[in-house]
């Protein structure tokens, strides 16, 4: 919760040349076909985590958890366009809901274009298990110019389909065939805000040789785990192990 509040706070006024968008898919306590309505009202189901990232700071700049419905995507890009202070190039994959969502966020001051990735099947083989676990074939790529005037050599959303792996790899209830799922949608939702704070005001950018944060110009210095601590305002204190190492 302190994380969510922090991200709230200080990522504000954002200068930001060129924007990627995506979704990453994950689910809570059980996938959305196996899941009853009832147990959707209580969050459980899929749940799609949408994440906007600048291109050359490599800051998130907004991340939001829901469906796919266009009413999510229009939250996102309400909350996307709140954060940025000038007018960007933004990318998106082809998903249909960007469509009304960016305008109703940005109007006509947006340089927009959606990146439509067309694929075949995915393996030859005809063994189900194959098919099911082989990665599909990418066909082609089409640079598809939606408002504005983008420029077409920066129509990308490598660096945010990158972030989807961070996501995978830095936080377990992401990874695919995992028992460490989300169990409560609220736990699911903190553990991102925990890692996007982290991630924006902890780790050294390999490329940047600093944080994205500070690349963004939105601090000095490298945050710590102890400063991530000390956002707990109600912080219980420490209690004794009660196991041996």
């Not at 998903?95 to 109703?104: F, G, I, R, S």
């Not at 694929?119 to 676990?133: A, F, L, M």
């Not at 102890?226 to 956002?231: W, Y």
Request: proline residues 3%.
């Amino acid at each position: 919760t302190a994380c969510m509040a922090f991200h709230n706070d200080m990522v504000k006024d954002v200068k930001s040349r060129r924007i990627q968008a995506d979704e990453i898919w994950a689910f809570v306590n059980s996938k959305e076909k196996n899941t009853s309505a009832e147990m959707k009202e209580k969050g459980n189901g899929d749940a799609w985590t949408w994440v906007a990232l600048d291109a050359d700071t490599k800051l998130a700049v907004s991340w939001y958890v829901g469906n796919r419905s266009a009413e999510t995507a229009t939250i996102f890009m309400n909350d996307v366009a709140s954060r940025i202070s000038n007018r960007v190039q933004l990318t998106t994959d082809g998903h249909h809901a960007y469509l009304e969502a960016v305008t109703d966020a940005f109007g006509s001051q947006i340089d927009f274009a959606q990146l439509v990735k067309v694929y075949g099947s995915s393996s030859d083989s005809n063994s189900p298990t194959e098919r099911k676990y082989s990665p599909s074939k990418l066909k082609s790529i089409n640079k598809i110019p939606v408002s504005g005037n983008p420029d077409e050599d920066h129509v990308s959303t490598s660096y945010v389909e990158r972030q989807n792996l961070n996501m995978r790899m830095s936080m377990r209830r992401f990874t695919r065939l995992t028992n460490a799922f989300s169990k409560k949608l609220e736990n699911h939702c903190h553990a991102i805000a925990l890692h996007f704070v982290y991630y924006n005001w902890c780790k050294v950018h390999t490329t940047l040789r600093v944080t994205p944060a500070m690349e963004a110009k939105l601090t000095k210095r490298v945050m710590s785990i102890e400063d991530i601590a000390s956002m707990m305002v109600d912080a219980k204190p420490n209690r004794p192990a009660t196991y041996k190492k």
